[in-house]
């Protein structure tokens, strides 16, 4: 290990999770923990002002994503990295925070990977992940269909998405149900399927990855 002290901030909403993990960090006599944000607002606040070496953070936030933070302190410095504590793991999730610069992705009730060990792996150049996170990694490469494949479905798309299709879409990729989507955006939760249907016919694909690839290539859902 590098003898550097690095500083280290927590983004957690739940109180009791960050009091938690922040007791287990300030073990590390290699970090400095940072106050705890509980809010993405904060985490934007901190890394505007101060250098962040490093940022563990949750994907669903009171007032975001996690991805936010994380590509905030990507742009802001390219060295940092970012390790991922969710419950979250479904495909879109983990490659969403992944494209956002994530370096590791934990399960928060996984226990072979512990929080320090993550950060000692993460700041040596590794990327620590949950067993099951990295499967599910490696299978949607597998499904992911050729890029130049899709770039030639998208030239040829002869329509584009609606305000609300775009809305579905976006709040699917974060990682949300759809009853959760259906709550968030006021509509019944049977008209969600009806929307992904109509999405999947749109762009002329069979499942959520290759549509939310797709929007995203075309600049339609961020």
């Not at 802001?76 to 999730?93: G, H, K, T």
């Not at 000692?120 to 990327?127: F, I, L, R, Y």
């Not at 890029?147 to 976006?170: H, S, Y």
């Amino acid at each position: 290990m590098t003898s550097k002290t690095f500083q280290i901030l927590l983004l957690e909403d739940e109180r009791s999770v960050a009091l938690r993990l922040g007791g287990i960090i300030q073990t590390w006599p290699s970090g400095v923990l940072l106050p705890p944000c509980h809010t993405v607002g904060e985490a934007l606040e901190i890394i505007a002002r101060q250098e962040v070496d490093i940022l563990i953070a949750d994907l669903q936030l009171p007032d975001g994503f996690g991805t936010q933070a994380i590509r905030a302190l990507r742009s802001r410095q390219p060295d940092a990295v970012a390790i991922v504590m969710s419950v979250l793991n479904d495909s879109a999730s983990v490659l969403d925070a992944i494209r956002a610069g994530a370096t590791g992705y934990l399960e928060k009730d996984d226990s072979a990977i512990g929080i320090i060990k993550a950060m000692e792996m993460a700041v040596t150049q590794q990327s620590p992940m949950s067993a099951s996170i990295a499967r599910l990694i490696v299978q949607s490469l597998h499904e992911e269909p050729p890029q130049e494949d899709i770039g030639r479905r998208a030239a040829e798309l002869p329509f584009t998405l609606t305000k609300r299709e775009r809305d579905v879409l976006t709040t699917i990729s974060r990682g949300f149900s759809n009853a959760e989507v259906a709550e968030m955006l006021g509509m019944s939760p049977q008209t969600v399927p009806v929307h992904t249907r109509n999405i999947y016919r749109k762009l002329q694909v069979s499942n959520k990855t290759e549509a939310i690839y797709l929007a995203r290539r075309e600049g339609w859902i961020p």
